[in-house]
């Protein structure tokens, strides 16, 4: 998705009396616990002896052990995948889980279908030959991948704008492959352009007027990410089996996206230099031009079908009553996996949250008394093409959805790591009662609670809690940080993006700073214990625009008002 104050003063007489109740071994391993709580804090025994249980220790041999080379970077449809699912299957066994997959098993079997762009696939202009992936990759579109090709003269339209100016239309990329960039133009704001649908008709108008093909280069501001872009689009695609795609109601040119460093070398006998032709791009008189140099575009896919696996167990219950219940924890284990013979390991995104939360469920098994409500340990796959793991066992739950009383997710890319964890950012806060819990556990931190850092990255809707969210089971995802303002953490942010997100480089670095990873835990793990002990289930706040939603909901949700 991909996107991510301890004032500590020893309260003597009730730890006195706390103290007197545990072994020498017990003092030595609370202390640890203890000196994680501010004054503000109000952490029940029992919530203190959970923490306890979660070790540091544990999370980094998990982590390690998931994002290790051996694991293939946890590739969902990729051998990698499956051992990584049996992996936690095994860890769920040991920690005495019980199982809540398929048949009695931990795994919940996904059939799932691979897209591949083949060798045949080619980009060439003039002389030059690009590369798939480095220099150019093809846009997603809606409609079934069929094999494409063109061959045509390119013009360079800027962004297109004539198309709504009174001199002129895009008539003339009749025949031609277009190069456009990415809108919108300086003078226009991204909200203006976003409302007024003009990147999708100038798109529409193109194919209308008979362009062979669409080549579309990023406009080098800030936000601009197509080098991001072309690496995801040269890469695997994965989908649901049952997913289907629409056909497209007339003939789809190729649409490309391509680097600034292929563009200069479109315009090798172009009569205007590119410094000129991004300028002039801006203006609004700016009208297109050939660029004296022929290409030629090919698209080949490839098609398969496989399986991948969710792993899910489950501790039950103490109440009677209550355990038919469940509090569900939740954290996509699987990674890019093996893209031409690179390991994309996902260490911080995210067999880090996935680590956490199976410490989390170990430490539950050790307590003797459990809580009233169930607890649900969930590991997905497939959550980086579309949370696919998540949205099917939401719409194929294997405990009723009308009992699940909450979602604890995690997903991240190691905000928690870079340092002791004094910030946090509860995703969906704002959405249910949930929001009032966590500043609670907060307080207990001496953690403030921190708004959307990035609220323009829409990730409340990019990661596994929303597919509980849409079957209405109030959710959070907590993001950790460190000490800092939100410009800080942004820079940190965009900084570990621009190296690693997504990349073979995501790995464990020997930096990390662990313990804060535990306090990620620790509070995940006592805001799950709290609501699994409240006697109502949380709600949604009458202010949310979720408010009217109830468990099991299968009306479909706009992404935002």
């Known amino acids: 998705m991909k996107l991510r104050f301890n004032n500590f003063r020893q309260r003597s007489f009730a730890i006195f009396i706390m103290l007197g109740l545990l072994s020498m071994q017990g003092l030595a391993q609370m202390a640890g616990v203890k ?66 997959g398929d048949k009695g098993s931990y795994l919940q079997s996904i059939k799932f279908k691979e897209t591949l762009l083949t060798p045949e696939t080619t980009f060439k202009a003039g002389e030059k030959t690009f590369t798939l992936g480095k220099d150019y990759g093809f846009v997603p579109l809606p409609f079934k991948k069929t094999d494409q090709s063109a061959e045509g003269d390119l013009l360079f339209i800027g962004y297109g704008m004539e198309a709504f100016a009174k001199y002129g239309d895009l008539s003339k990329a009749r025949g031609k492959i277009v190069v456009m960039i990415d809108g919108p133009p ?256 907060a307080k207990s931190y001496g953690v403030k609670i921190m708004p959307d850092p990035q609220p323009e990255e829409k990730v409340f809707y990019r990661s596994d809690h929303y597919s509980f969210v849409e079957r209405g089971v109030p959710a959070l995802m907590l993001m950790g940080a460190p000490e800092g303002t939100k410009e800080e953490l942004i820079a940190k942010i965009k900084a570990w993006e621009k190296v690693n997100y997504h990349q073979p480089t995501d790995d464990v670095m020997s930096e990390w700073h662990w313990d804060g990873a535990k306090t990620v835990a620790d509070m995940m793990g006592i805001l799950g214990m709290r609501i699994a002990n409240q006697q109502a289930m949380p709600s949604w706040l009458p202010t949310s625009r979720f408010a009217d939603l109830k468990r099991g909901n299968t009306k479909d949700l706009p992404e935002e008002n």
């Not at 052990?65 to 995948?81: F, H, K, V, Y």
């Not at 300086?186 to 798109?203: C, F, L, P, Y």
């Open 186 to 441: 300086a003078s226009v704001s991204k909200e203006q352009w976003e409302k007024g649908g003009i990147n999708s008709a100038i798109i529409q108008s193109l194919f209308v007027n008979g362009a062979k093909g669409i080549i579309i280069v990023g406009n080098g501001r800030e936000g601009d990410k197509t080098e991001e872009y072309v690496d995801y689009f040269g890469r695997r695609h994965v989908s649901l089996e049952g997913e289907t795609s629409s056909s497209a109601p007339f003939p789809i040119p190729p649409v490309m996206m391509i680097t600034k460093d292929a563009l200069s070398n479109l315009f090798a006998k172009s009569e205007v230099k590119l410094a000129d032709a991004l300028e002039n791009a801006e203006t609004s008189t700016f009208k297109s031009f050939p660029l004296n140099l022929p290409a030629k575009i090919v698209a080949k896919y490839s098609n398969s079908k496989g399986t991948g696996n969710n792993v899910v167990g489950y501790i039950e219950g103490s109440d009677p009553i209550l355990k038919s219940e469940a509090v569900l924890f939740s954290a996509h284990y699987d990674a890019y996996g093996l893209e031409n013979g690179q390991i994309f390991n996902g260490a911080a995104d995210n067999a880090l949250g996935t680590s956490e939360m199976i410490s989390v469920a170990e430490a539950y098994s050790k307590m003797e008394t459990k809580p009233k409500r169930s607890l649900i340990f969930l590991a997905v796959t497939g959550e980086e093409y579309g949370l696919y793991g998540s949205k099917y066992w939401s719409k194929n739950p294997t405990w009723d959805i009308k009992k699940v009383a909450a979602n604890l997710n995690l997903d991240g890319i190691g905000t928690e790591v870079y340092g002791p964890v004094k910030n946090m950012v509860g995703f969906g806060a704002e959405h249910s009662t949930l929001g009032g819990m966590l500043d609670d556990v």
């Open 35 to 100: 000196n994680a709580v501010s004054e503000a804090g109000s952490l029940s025994r029992i919530e203190m002896e959970l923490a306890n249980n979660i070790r540091v220790e544990s999370i980094k041999d998990f982590t390690n052990a998931l994002s290790a080379d051996n694991m293939e970077g946890r590739g969902t449809m990729q051998p990698g995948g499956d051992k990584a699912a049996k992996w936690i299957a095994d860890k769920f066994t040991e920690l005495g889980l019980k199982p809540l």
